[in-house]
């Protein structure tokens, strides 16, 4: 079985794709596993200045695995929890990552794809890619990421697309401040050697302060983004054993309407 992420090193870079791509990238715990570690390791690892997050093949992320969703929709309440817990510290971790971090969007992301995007300092998209946080759909709530999201693209612009689940394209992600920027697939890789010759002109420890005072004036620290993510992680676990959460997930895995779109 190959490695759930590959990482690679160019200069004082780190590069982290996430390596499912016959899934799209999708996470499962495997996954979220193997790229916290990753994060940690690179963390405490001096002679790197920057990370770049992207995907392998065409997919940046399509949210949750499959499988995954089927072995969590038949867990407990407690398993739901300890699951959302483990993608809520993974988030948490590169939210804080003491080096500025990149997501080069190589493609479309959903779901906790569009929360690892939201948790980077710089993002760039590739033009054509769409986007969308379509739990509501599942009878559930992008609750794990939502701290992230929302701090992203404003809670205005959060209530809209949680409560809609509509896709939305990489020009609208700009507009909202999930990206950054849009490019070419052809200008991708030049626009992000762009951001990262601006990042190589900082000092490596102002930058980490800064990126911690954009946050905190902001009112998230890690001490309080842990308390939410505590909270969270119990909101989706009670959400994924109830009977519309269960509706919803059965629904989606075995391919047919939920009940709250039949006549």
Same mark, same amino acid.
Request: one cysteine or more; hydrophobic letters at 50%.
């Given at each position: 079985?190959?490695? !759930?992420?590959?990482?690679?090193?160019?200069?004082?870079?780190?590069?982290?794709?996430?390596?499912?791509?016959?899934?799209?990238?999708?996470?499962?715990?495997?996954?979220?596993?193997?790229?916290?570690?990753?994060?940690?390791?690179?963390?405490?690892?001096?002679?790197?200045?920057?990370?770049?997050?992207?995907?392998?093949?065409?997919?940046?992320?399509?949210?949750?695995?499959?499988?995954?969703?089927?072995?969590?929709?038949?867990?407990?309440?407690?398993?739901?929890?300890?699951?959302?817990?483990?993608?809520?510290?993974?988030?948490?971790?590169?939210?804080?990552?003491?080096?500025?971090?990149?997501?080069?969007?190589?493609?479309?992301?959903?779901?906790?794809?569009?929360?690892?995007?939201?948790?980077?300092?710089?993002?760039?998209?590739?033009?054509?890619?769409?986007?969308?946080?379509?739990?509501?759909?599942?009878?559930?709530?992008? !609750?794990?990421?939502?701290?992230?999201?929302?701090?992203?693209?404003?809670?205005? @612009?959060?209530?809209?697309?949680?409560?809609?689940?509509?896709?939305?394209?990489?020009?609208?992600?700009?507009?909202?401040?999930?990206?950054?920027?849009?490019?070419?697939?052809?200008?991708?890789?030049?626009?992000?050697?762009?951001?990262?010759?601006?990042?190589?002109?900082?000092?490596?420890?102002?930058?980490?302060?800064?990126?911690?005072?954009?946050?905190?004036?902001?009112?998230?620290?890690?001490?309080?983004?842990?308390?939410?993510?505590?909270?969270?992680?119990?909101?989706?676990?009670?959400?994924?054993?109830?009977?519309?959460?269960?509706?919803?997930?059965?629904?989606?895995?075995?391919? @047919?309407?939920?009940?709250?779109?039949?006549?």
């Amino acid at each position: 079985m190959a490695d !759930a992420i590959l990482l690679a090193r160019r200069d004082t870079t780190a590069i982290l794709t996430l390596n499912r791509p016959q899934v799209h990238n999708a996470f499962d715990d495997g996954l979220i596993a193997e790229t916290t570690a990753a994060l940690e390791s690179l963390a405490n690892d001096a002679g790197i200045r920057a990370l770049v997050l992207t995907g392998a093949g065409a997919t940046f992320s399509a949210g949750a695995d499959l499988n995954w969703m089927r072995r969590m929709a038949q867990a407990s309440a407690e398993e739901n929890r300890d699951d959302a817990l483990r993608l809520a510290k993974l988030l948490r971790v590169l939210q804080f990552f003491p080096k500025p971090t990149l997501a080069r969007v190589n493609g479309s992301a959903y779901g906790g794809g569009v929360g690892l995007i939201a948790c980077c300092d710089i993002a760039i998209g590739v033009e054509g890619a769409k986007f969308a946080l379509s739990e509501v759909k599942l009878g559930l709530v992008p !609750a794990t990421i939502a701290p992230y999201v929302v701090q992203a693209i404003g809670p205005r @612009h959060a209530r809209r697309l949680f409560v809609s689940a509509e896709i939305f394209d990489a020009a609208e992600a700009a507009r909202i401040g999930l990206l950054h920027r849009c490019a070419t697939i052809e200008q991708l890789d030049e626009a992000m050697d762009r951001q990262l010759h601006f990042l190589a002109k900082g000092g490596p420890l102002a930058q980490y302060e800064a990126k911690l005072l954009a946050l905190r004036t902001a009112g998230m620290t890690a001490e309080s983004a842990e308390r939410v993510d505590t909270a969270n992680a119990g909101l989706i676990a009670r959400l994924r054993v109830s009977p519309e959460g269960q509706q919803g997930l059965s629904a989606f895995l075995e391919k @047919h309407a939920p009940p709250w779109l039949k006549e």
